[in-house]
């Protein structure tokens, strides 16, 4: 009896531990690179690109306007839904709302009630009127640097500024406005009104961090933003319809937290769905690893043996060849019915003819014209010709 | 290593504490928690290298018989081991069942059988086997591939092997052995003996008679001994496939055929297969014949070479000096007037006595017949055109004075065991 055949085993020590230690340039690399990506995740806040934002340091921002305000010891809170701003003070608080064109009906209500200092910036459309700006937008078309030409303090104080893009024309004489270009559109307006100042700067190249340092704009925007000790900045955005809260609004609680899209779902539902999406991921590790590699294997080519036939059919398609298609269909069919009849190849036309005549009872110059006769010349005649052969050929094969 | 659905079902219960506790955090600490769970499981695994296998397999198969190749697992560690092994083969060994678990206490060992239904002719190699051992959480555990290496021979399938009944009978007609044994084609002289009543008085040898003092007749028997040379070309246009198989396959049974009808028959039979070498060969009497030839037909493949003709018809030359019926298992289309068929032909048939065997595309019946329309007509006329051409060499070929059998793949192996048991009876081998 012969000895069995060694046991195959795998090697040892050619495991995990081996292949780090082979693989070890890799995995130095493999560290490196996550720590860039930490570093470079870190590093980078997402950057904040929404114009007259305090956090926008692009030259349509309004970071170095806050900067300046947090310097002269104003606290600058900007938020994302009116109804963060939860005023505690109306008295102490300047509520500043950019783009107050995209506010709902019901945001400038709230604007109108609230009891403290609004500052609109930029297109503020049909937020102006309910807030006792009587004056309507109108676009400027070429920016121009005026005197204030008006009795406002803070318009005087700045001297000088920039006009540009937008602009107000007044319909009343309730607010003053300030900064009038040639054609009395003004880029500065403001009313008092039951015990707080509403202030709008249509202008709002102003306040932005290009144009800040130019003119008396500094001035200007720090004595108009910065008459409280805090600021609540908010851009409006048009998907926000939430209302300004502020301690005496609605139930007369300030709302510590409030829900910007109410959720119908019962709570956990999120966490729940958080822990799915994880032990999904684990299942895509436990389905991913592989039991062994795939085993290669050659596999032979896939010719097929009438390749060559069907590219000389699509040849004699393209070119029309009736003529020759008609020749080798007929020289088949003589062959066969040669066959059929013992007429051998060599015995000629003649003997071929005599003989299917013969066999078809059919006359020979018929037989002669299909077998022999002129090529046809479009493809109807040639269908007509082979069904013709195709019936001769029954005729002659008939038992 | 890997894990095991364990985990993710644990991984799943996850949703419960977080969705109790409303925090993410929760979550996350939970899939971290499953995490460390599975390492620790991982390192809690048997290693990979406890476990020893040795594959088994049978020599030979048949192509569409089905078989199974054993896989023995053994414990060579100090622990009990408990995992999967894979078995894996190459895809066209047609491998069903090739997970098998086991568990296994140190020093044991098991036999697993992976059933295999190969799809392909040829050689069929084993791939890696690959072992997970689990750990006693069943979370998780090691995994490792490794090579053992195992080799299962596919055989042609010789289903022509259908005809070989009708064709002994045939065969025995011819033989003499149910008919009155006369002197005529296809027999040879076999000795003298005395005469008994009923013996055909024409078979009285008048010399011997004269010789020995009694009547004597000479008996006959049919030819034996004769040499059949069977040539397979694999080279070109043999890769052609033709219906499912490439051409090639059909000769293989044309050639498994021949040898079994010509073994029966006495005849001493050899093959070759050839491109511009020669790819395999079988030299064997009696019934060992079909079991050699098959098993060396087995791996040969076609290659994308044109055929060296005049090499083979040195190669005859050397193989044979008596006459012999050499039996050219080819392609008869248009390029044989170039490629040196005829000219092989012309050289063989000197000495010996050829047969053309050719496998014919049934597709190429159907495109002759089409008549739908006009494309199908011109489909018609270009397999027209091919059809001419292969009779106008194969009438060259019966010219020289070879035999020609264009077939079917199915019909082409009795068609050239029909054409030799013809030229035996007029006993031109």
Same mark, same amino acid.
Request: include cysteine; charged fraction near 25%.
């Given at each position: 009896?012969?000895? $069995?055949?060694?046991?195959?085993?795998?090697?040892?020590?050619?495991?995990?531990?081996?292949?780090?230690? *082979?693989?070890?340039?890799?995995?130095?690399?493999?560290?490196?690179?996550?720590?860039?990506?930490?570093?470079?995740?870190?590093?980078? *806040?997402?950057?904040?690109?929404?114009?007259?934002?305090?956090?926008?340091?692009?030259?349509?921002?309004?970071?170095?306007?806050?900067?300046?305000?947090?310097?002269?010891?104003?606290?600058?809170?900007?938020?994302?839904?009116?109804?963060?701003?939860?005023?505690?003070?109306?008295?102490?608080?300047?509520?500043?709302?950019?783009?107050?064109?995209?506010?709902?009906?019901?945001?400038?209500?709230?604007?109108?009630?609230?009891?403290?200092?609004?500052?609109?910036?930029?297109?503020?459309?049909?937020?102006?009127?309910?807030?006792?700006?009587?004056?309507?937008?109108?676009?400027?078309?070429? $920016?121009?640097?005026?005197?204030?030409?008006?009795?406002? $303090?803070?318009?005087?104080?700045?001297?000088?500024? %920039?006009?540009?893009?937008?602009?107000?024309?007044?319909?009343?004489?309730?607010?003053?406005?300030?900064?009038?270009?040639?054609?009395?559109?003004?880029?500065?307006? %403001?009313?008092?009104?039951?015990?707080?100042?509403?202030?709008?700067?249509?202008?709002?190249?102003?306040?932005?961090?290009?144009?800040?340092?130019?003119?008396?704009?500094?001035?200007?925007?720090?004595?108009?933003?910065? %008459?409280?000790?805090?600021?609540?900045?908010?851009?409006?955005?048009?998907?926000?319809?939430?209302?300004?809260?502020?301690?005496?609004?609605?139930?007369?609680?300030?709302?510590?937290?409030?829900?910007?899209?109410?959720?119908?779902?019962?709570?956990?539902?999120?966490?729940?769905?958080?822990?799915?999406?994880?032990?999904?991921?684990?299942?895509?590790?436990?389905?991913?690893?592989?039991?062994?590699?795939?085993?290669?294997?050659?596999?032979?080519?896939?010719?097929?043996?009438?390749?060559?036939?069907?590219?000389?059919?699509?040849?004699? @398609?393209?070119?029309?060849?009736?003529? @020759?298609?008609?020749?080798?269909? *007929?020289?088949?069919?003589?062959?066969?019915?040669?066959?059929?009849?013992?007429?051998? %190849?060599?015995?000629?036309?003649?003997?071929?003819?005599?003989?299917?005549?013969?066999?078809?009872?059919?006359?020979?110059?018929?037989?002669?014209?299909?077998?022999?006769? $002129?090529?046809?010349?479009?493809?109807?005649?040639?269908?007509?010709?082979?069904?013709?052969?195709?019936?001769?050929?029954?005729?002659?094969? *008939?038992? | 290593?890997?894990?095991?659905?364990?985990?993710?079902?644990?991984?799943?219960?996850?949703?419960?504490?977080?969705?109790?506790?409303?925090?993410?955090?929760?979550?996350?600490?939970?899939?971290?928690?499953?995490?460390?769970?599975?390492?620790?499981?991982?390192?809690?695994?048997?290693?990979?290298?406890?476990?020893?296998?040795?594959?088994?397999?049978?020599?030979?198969?048949?192509?569409?018989?089905?078989?199974?190749?054993?896989?023995?697992?053994?414990?060579?560690?100090?622990?009990?081991?408990?995992?999967?092994?894979?078995?894996?083969?190459?895809?066209?060994?047609?491998?069903?069942?090739?997970?098998?678990?086991?568990?296994?206490?140190?020093?044991?060992?098991?036999?697993?059988?992976?059933?295999?239904?190969?799809?392909?002719?040829?050689?069929?190699?084993?791939?890696?086997?690959?072992?997970?051992?689990?750990?006693?959480?069943?979370?998780?555990?090691?995994?490792?591939? &490794?090579?053992?290496?195992?080799?299962?021979?596919?055989?042609?399938? &010789?289903?022509?092997?259908?005809?070989?009944?009708?064709?002994?009978?045939?065969?025995?007609?011819?033989?003499?052995?149910?008919?009155?044994?006369?002197?005529?084609?296809?027999?040879? &002289?076999?000795?003298?003996?005395?005469?008994?009543?009923?013996?055909?008085?024409?078979?009285?040898?008048?010399?011997?008679?004269?010789?020995?003092?009694?009547?004597?007749?000479?008996?006959?028997?049919?030819?034996?001994?004769?040499?059949?040379?069977?040539?397979?070309?694999?080279?070109?246009?043999?890769?052609?496939?033709?219906?499912?198989?490439?051409?090639?396959?059909?000769?293989?049974?044309?050639?498994?055929?021949?040898?079994?009808?010509?073994?029966?028959?006495?005849?001493?039979?050899?093959?070759?297969?050839?491109?511009?070498?020669?790819?395999?060969?079988?030299?064997?009497?009696?019934?060992?014949?079909?079991?050699?030839?098959?098993?060396?037909?087995?791996?040969?493949?076609?290659?994308?070479?044109?055929?060296?003709?005049?090499?083979?018809?040195?190669?005859?030359?050397?193989?044979?000096?008596?006459?012999?019926?050499?039996?050219?298992?080819?392609?008869?289309?248009?390029?044989?007037?170039?490629?040196?068929?005829?000219?092989?032909?012309?050289?063989?048939?000197?000495?010996?006595?050829?047969?053309?065997?050719?496998? =014919?595309?049934?597709?190429?019946?159907?495109?002759?017949?089409?008549?739908?329309?006009?494309?199908?007509?011109?489909?018609?006329?270009?397999?027209?055109?091919?059809?001419? =051409?292969? =009779?106008?060499?194969?009438?060259?070929?019966?010219?020289?004075?070879?035999?020609?059998?264009?077939?079917?793949?199915?019909?082409?192996?009795?068609?050239?065991?029909?054409?030799?048991?013809?030229?035996?009876?007029?006993?031109?081998?």
């Amino acid at each position: 009896m012969t000895a $069995p055949a060694p046991l195959h085993t795998a090697a040892p020590g050619t495991g995990l531990r081996a292949r780090a230690r *082979r693989g070890r340039l890799g995995i130095v690399a493999l560290a490196l690179l996550c720590g860039l990506v930490a570093i470079l995740v870190i590093g980078s *806040r997402p950057g904040d690109y929404v114009p007259l934002s305090t956090e926008n340091s692009t030259p349509s921002g309004a970071r170095a306007v806050a900067q300046i305000l947090r310097g002269h010891g104003v606290e600058v809170r900007q938020v994302d839904a009116l109804a963060r701003a939860a005023v505690r003070e109306p008295d102490a608080t300047t509520v500043v709302v950019a783009n107050a064109a995209l506010l709902t009906g019901g945001q400038v209500r709230s604007l109108v009630e609230y009891p403290g200092d609004v500052v609109l910036l930029g297109e503020s459309g049909a937020a102006l009127v309910p807030l006792g700006i009587d004056a309507t937008e109108e676009a400027i078309l070429v $920016p121009r640097t005026v005197t204030a030409a008006c009795e406002d $303090p803070d318009a005087v104080a700045a001297g000088t500024a %920039r006009v540009d893009l937008i602009g107000l024309v007044a319909d009343g004489t309730a607010a003053t406005l300030c900064f009038p270009q040639g054609d009395g559109v003004s880029a500065f307006a %403001r009313v008092e009104q039951g015990g707080r100042t509403v202030t709008a700067i249509a202008s709002s190249s102003l306040v932005t961090n290009a144009q800040l340092d130019s003119a008396g704009h500094a001035a200007l925007a720090v004595r108009s933003l910065g %008459r409280h000790a805090d600021v609540v900045w908010y851009v409006a955005d048009g998907f926000d319809p939430s209302l300004l809260t502020w301690a005496g609004s609605g139930s007369g609680e300030v709302p510590t937290e409030v829900e910007a899209t109410p959720d119908f779902l019962p709570p956990g539902t999120g966490s729940a769905f958080y822990a799915i999406a994880l032990a999904v991921a684990v299942a895509a590790l436990w389905r991913a690893r592989r039991f062994g590699a795939l085993v290669s294997e050659p596999l032979p080519v896939v010719v097929r043996a009438s390749e060559a036939t069907r590219g000389r059919a699509r040849l004699y @398609r393209r070119a029309r060849a009736t003529g @020759r298609s008609a020749a080798s269909l *007929r020289a088949a069919a003589a062959l066969r019915m040669g066959r059929r009849l013992g007429v051998s %190849r060599t015995d000629g036309r003649d003997a071929l003819i005599r003989a299917v005549s013969r066999a078809a009872d059919r006359p020979e110059a018929d037989v002669d014209r299909l077998l022999y006769g $002129p090529p046809p010349h479009d493809d109807a005649a040639l269908l007509t010709l082979i069904s013709e052969l195709d019936a001769l050929e029954s005729e002659v094969h *008939r038992p | 290593m890997h894990i095991t659905g364990w985990t993710v079902a644990l991984a799943a219960l996850g949703v419960i504490p977080a969705a109790l506790t409303e925090s993410r955090t929760t979550a996350w600490a939970w899939i971290i928690g499953v995490g460390v769970l599975a390492l620790l499981d991982v390192w809690l695994a048997a290693p990979t290298s406890w476990v020893g296998v040795r594959r088994g397999t049978p020599g030979s198969v048949r192509l569409t018989q089905s078989t199974h190749a054993t896989l023995l697992v053994a414990n060579v560690g100090r622990r009990r081991v408990r995992g999967v092994v894979r078995d894996a083969w190459q895809p066209s060994a047609g491998a069903t069942g090739e997970r098998h678990a086991f568990a296994l206490r140190p020093g044991e060992s098991e036999t697993f059988r992976t059933s295999l239904l190969p799809t392909r002719r040829g050689d069929r190699l084993a791939g890696p086997v690959t072992v997970r051992t689990v750990g006693p959480l069943r979370l998780a555990g090691r995994q490792r591939s &490794f090579e053992a290496p195992a080799r299962l021979r596919v055989l042609p399938e &010789f289903a022509s092997r259908r005809h070989l009944p009708s064709r002994l009978v045939r065969l025995r007609e011819i033989d003499g052995r149910t008919a009155v044994r006369l002197k005529g084609a296809g027999s040879e &002289f076999d000795s003298l003996r005395e005469y008994v009543v009923g013996d055909d008085v024409r078979a009285i040898d008048w010399r011997g008679t004269a010789r020995r003092g009694e009547v004597v007749v000479r008996t006959y028997r049919p030819e034996r001994d004769r040499r059949v040379v069977i040539a397979l070309d694999s080279a070109r246009l043999s890769a052609a496939r033709v219906g499912e198989a490439p051409r090639l396959d059909a000769s293989i049974e044309a050639a498994l055929l021949l040898a079994a009808l010509a073994s029966h028959a006495g005849d001493r039979v050899q093959a070759t297969a050839f491109d511009r070498t020669e790819q395999a060969r079988a030299a064997s009497s009696g019934s060992q014949m079909v079991a050699a030839l098959a098993d060396a037909l087995a791996t040969v493949e076609p290659s994308l070479l044109e055929p060296d003709w005049p090499a083979l018809v040195r190669l005859v030359e050397s193989r044979v000096s008596q006459r012999s019926l050499v039996v050219l298992l080819t392609t008869v289309d248009t390029s044989a007037m170039d490629s040196g068929l005829i000219e092989a032909v012309v050289a063989l048939q000197r000495k010996h006595q050829v047969l053309v065997g050719s496998v =014919e595309d049934p597709e190429l019946g159907e495109m002759m017949a089409g008549r739908t329309d006009a494309d199908a007509i011109y489909d018609a006329g270009a397999a027209s055109r091919a059809m001419l =051409e292969r =009779e106008a060499v194969a009438t060259r070929l019966r010219q020289l004075g070879a035999e020609v059998v264009l077939a079917l793949p199915d019909d082409l192996a009795p068609a050239v065991c029909d054409r030799y048991l013809a030229l035996k009876a007029a006993g031109r081998l």
